[in-house]
């Protein structure tokens, strides 16, 4: 029985194509070729191990290769199909015949690729028709036992490849699974089951049918069409089915596994999900814009370029620096959009030249922009990237002009405040926030003793603080530690300012004040000057005060003084006039010449008191002075009229500088008052002379008169101070007051001392005095004196004598 279309089982394409790429006959037409061509055609297809039987566009063979004689020489014993075909140059049997005339095209007559092939169960055989179009077309036959035989084989080889085949979907981590020629599940990776929801058991030999869409099971003739046709397919929409009835759409690609007979018999398929791959999709997008808005929006200017230095891109920022655009530098030289012409040559240039690998990057480089626009400051990195195998240079680029600019500025403040602060005498320390040493100035070092090296910027106020224990100038001994934390917490205050006394007797004031910018500043001056004035100009004040006290009383006294003989010069010239009336001339003569002696008192007064309110208001100049010739000169003009004279200069100190007209005023009042108040015939009086404290000279004058009662010792130096009983004596009680202030204007000293028994007065005065020349002898000497007694009761000539023992000067 002869088997018709309908009884024909279908089967895969497959070895038509395998065929036509195996023989390389593509079109090929029923002309003989040049040249014997067709010969050679004829052994090429004898060699196959298929039979060959090339049909024309009736089906009728037109040649068979050695295979398909062979093949066909027993199909007449196969099955009534072949019964008429003796396999020689005829017409097709029956059976085959029907088959292939349904292919053909009614309108032209051409053959259409037969998608199929047609298996002739009852005779054995495989039959598969290639169409050449209008040429006809080839029927490739093979023996079923001996193709079976062949794929047996070969399963038999391949067992252990489809082991380590599911092995390799049980664990990729992609959406995999494998059909057979049939559509039944061969493998599924176990992220397939994760993302469908079945497991293994349930799919493995299930068609994928049954998970698939209605529509993508309509779309399926055409995707399997162009599969069969190109052996793959890439990114085809599909739906399948959730194990809960959830569509879930995936984008499939597949390639085709194929046996050695050249049909299909597994697929390789990989499917991802287009919600995750919409996700990875939109990620991606926003990962470019974000890396496109950081490529543009970056502080740093960046240029890609090749690995000659070709500019590639680069973003906004660059484009500014160099001036430049994009548009316009694309595939430029990086080198030529700039110059640099503080180097001898360009440094890009130089780094893309060389051979190191390694990143190269220059600071603060001058650059020019050929463009012509004003230069700039940069600091510049070179980097090397490879991607796929090329390799690109990526320059960062940041303007630092600016920043230059303002160091400069800075640097040139900074100088300036330097520079400032080195003319100032205060010390000056700035410090930041965390008590650390930012400036301070030589003067700083100098208040403190310091070497230079002793202190530096960025020093903490403990370290400074050491420096000071260290330098000497805050003392000695166990206490040293504390007075120098003493210090350090002056330095923090920022209180009103602290007077501290150093070690060495000076004084400093420290002032700290907080900044608006943070930290603060500490002013340290050298108020030693300051404090010697102000002690001065404390003693001054004192000494002012007690003068004035002293003018209130003199002026007092002065007035009480005055009244008492302007009365009685006014009682006597009306007693005088009256006398002169009543002609008693001589008694008016004698009351004349008592108006005059206190007329005379009275001027006498009043110059004293002049030369009281004068003392200290000139200055006077220091001059050298021989002691014993000032003391001579003194003797001669003192008034020692109805007294012999006696004056002893013991003057150990020979010569002195000193303002020679108020020590001259000092000894002669305090002589002058001796002797007006000695009522001997002959006064006595010894001056001495010897070196005191410091830088003063030490003068004694003792005298040989009444003394002076010991309650009165500091009252006899006030003004107008007249002891009981001398209130009628010719002084006017203004000479000692006139000497103390003469000896206090001066920073001396003067008082009384208590005498021995049978001494008179003593006065110690210490005068200050510079340039003390000391006698090389110890004999005093007496200076000259004049004798003014009209009959003097024992004249002494002092002009050449000696005294023989101390005691010459005692009553």
């Not at 009959?791 to 101390?806: I, L, N, T, W």
Request: glycine share 6%; proline share 4%; hydrophobic share 40%.
């Amino acid at each position: 029985m002869s088997p018709t279309p309908e009884t024909a089982v279908p089967a895969r394409r497959g070895p038509g194509r395998w065929l036509s790429r195996l023989t390389g006959w593509t079109g090929f037409r029923r002309a003989e070729p040049a040249n014997g061509q067709g010969n050679l055609h004829q052994r090429l297809i004898d060699r196959l191990s298929a039979g060959v039987v090339r049909l024309d566009t009736h089906a009728n063979v037109v040649e068979t290769n050695d295979a398909a004689i062979r093949i066909l020489a027993t199909a007449r014993d196969r099955g009534a199909a072949f019964g008429e075909w003796n396999g020689g140059a005829d017409a097709l049997p029956i059976a085959l015949r029907q088959w292939v005339t349904t292919s053909l095209d009614a309108a032209t007559g051409d053959w259409h690729e037969i998608a199929d092939s047609l298996r002739v169960a009852e005779s054995n055989l495989d039959v598969t028709m290639i169409a050449c179009g209008c040429d006809g077309g080839f029927a490739s036959i093979l023996h079923i036992n001996e193709r079976e035989l062949s794929a047996s084989g070969c399963k038999r080889s391949d067992v252990s490849l489809d082991a380590e085949f599911r092995r390799l979907y049980e664990s990729t981590p992609a959406v995999m699974h494998s059909v057979d020629h049939n559509g039944k599940l061969l493998s599924v990776s176990d992220r397939w089951l994760q993302v469908l929801g079945y497991s293994r058991e349930d799919v493995i030999g299930r068609s994928t049918h049954e998970i698939m869409s209605p529509d993508t099971i309509t779309r399926l003739p055409d995707v399997l069409k162009n599969y069969f046709e190109n052996g793959f397919i890439e990114n085809v929409p599909y739906t399948y089915f959730h194990c809960d009835g959830t569509p879930k759409e995936f984008l499939v690609s597949s390639v085709a596994q194929r046996d050695l007979s050249g049909k299909i018999f597994r697929s390789n398929t990989v499917m991802q999900e287009v919600n995750e791959l919409r996700k990875l999709q939109s990620e991606l997008a926003e990962l470019n814009a974000f890396r496109s808005l950081l490529f543009q929006q970056a502080v740093n200017g960046i240029i890609m370029t090749d690995i000659r230095g070709h500019i590639l891109t680069c973003n906004d920022e660059a484009c500014r620096i160099l001036d430049i655009q994009m548009f316009t530098i694309i595939g430029n030289l990086l080198s030529e959009t700039f110059s640099t012409p503080e180097c001898e040559q360009h440094f890009v240039r130089e780094w893309i030249e060389s051979d190191i690998e390694t990143d190269r990057d220059a600071s603060e480089v001058l650059i020019a922009p050929t463009s012509g626009a004003r230069q700039a400051r940069i600091n510049i990195k070179m980097t090397r990237h490879m991607r796929k195998g090329s390799v690109f240079l990526v320059f960062f680029i940041f303007d630092v002009s600016e920043m230059v600019r303002i160091r400069i500025e800075l640097d040139r403040w900074k100088t300036l405040v330097e520079e400032s602060l080195a003319i100032i005498e205060d010390g000056f320390m700035i410090f930041d926030g965390n008590d650390r040493l930012m400036l301070f100035n030589d003067a700083a070092l100098k208040i403190f003793e310091l070497e230079k090296t002793a202190i530096a910027t960025g020093d903490s106020l403990d370290r400074i603080s050491e420096a000071f224990r260290d330098s000497g100038i805050l003392g000695s001994g166990e206490e040293v530690s504390e007075v120098a934390d003493k210090l350090a917490g002056r330095f923090r205050d920022t209180s009103p300012s602290h007077e501290v006394q150093l070690a060495n007797g000076r004084w400093i004031r420290i002032a700290t004040r907080p900044m608006s910018a943070g930290g603060k500043v500490t002013i340290t001056t050298d108020i030693t000057k300051l404090k010697t004035l102000l002690d001065e100009s404390a003693s001054q004040n004192r000494i002012l005060s007690r003068v004035n006290s002293d003018l209130e009383n003199y002026l007092r006294l002065a007035s009480h003084d005055l009244k008492s003989p302007l009365r009685s010069i006014l009682a006597g010239i009306q007693f005088a006039r009256q006398d002169v009336t009543d002609g008693r001339l001589d008694e008016a003569c004698t009351i004349l010449a008592t108006i005059e002696r206190h007329a005379t008192s009275s001027q006498t007064l009043l110059e004293d008191m002049q030369t009281f309110a004068r003392v200290g208001q000139r200055e006077e100049s220091s001059s050298e002075v021989e002691i014993e010739d000032l003391v001579a000169q003194i003797a001669d003009t003192l008034d020692t009229r109805e007294k012999a004279l006696e004056i002893v200069v013991d003057d150990k100190v020979r010569r002195i500088r000193t303002p020679t007209s108020s020590l001259s005023r000092v000894l002669e009042n305090v002589m002058r008052n001796a002797i007006m108040h000695n009522p001997d015939a002959c006064a006595r009086v010894r001056v001495e002379c010897r070196p005191g404290t410091g830088a003063f000279i030490e003068f004694v004058v003792k005298d040989n008169g009444p003394g002076i009662p010991i309650a009165n010792f500091e009252s006899v130096f006030d003004p107008l101070f007249k002891l009981p009983g001398q209130a009628h004596s010719c002084g006017s009680g203004m000479g000692l007051a006139i000497a103390r202030r003469h000896v206090e204007l001066r920073g001396g000293r003067i008082w009384l001392e208590m005498p021995a028994p049978e001494e008179g007065t003593i006065v110690r005065i210490d005068w200050p005095a510079s340039g003390q020349e000391r006698n090389g002898g110890h004999s005093p000497t007496t200076a000259p004196v004049s004798d003014r007694l009209p009959q003097p009761p024992a004249s002494v000539d002092c002009r050449s004598g000696h005294e023989d023992s101390p005691d010459s000067a005692s009553r």
